[in-house]
């Protein structure tokens, strides 16, 4: 029985270890530049949206045809 709960207990401690290693592995290179002082730039969601949205405006604002009354006035000219 010793020797079975031995057996649970450091595979399931094999499988803990190797989850660790493998998360920390995906982003070694980011915390090794993060230790050396690297620091990175900050991510600005709302300021590229806030750009997006400006983007998409100014195409809506292009798109739309003049009102009448500024035909008139364009043809009477």
């Not at 401690?13 to 070694?28: C, N």
């Not at 993060?34 to 991510?43: K, R």
Request: aromatic letters at 10%; hydrophobic letters at 60%; glycine letters at 4%.
């Amino acid at each position: 029985m010793l020797v079975l709960s031995f057996m649970v207990f450091a595979g399931a401690f094999a499988v803990a270890g190797l989850m660790i290693v493998s998360s920390i592995a995906l982003q070694w290179d980011r915390i090794i530049r993060l230790a050396l002082g690297n620091v990175e730039p900050a991510f600005q969601p709302l300021r590229t949206l806030a750009v997006a949205e400006r983007r998409i405006a100014v195409r809506r604002w292009a798109s739309t045809t003049a009102p009448s009354s500024a035909r008139r006035w364009n043809a009477a000219a």
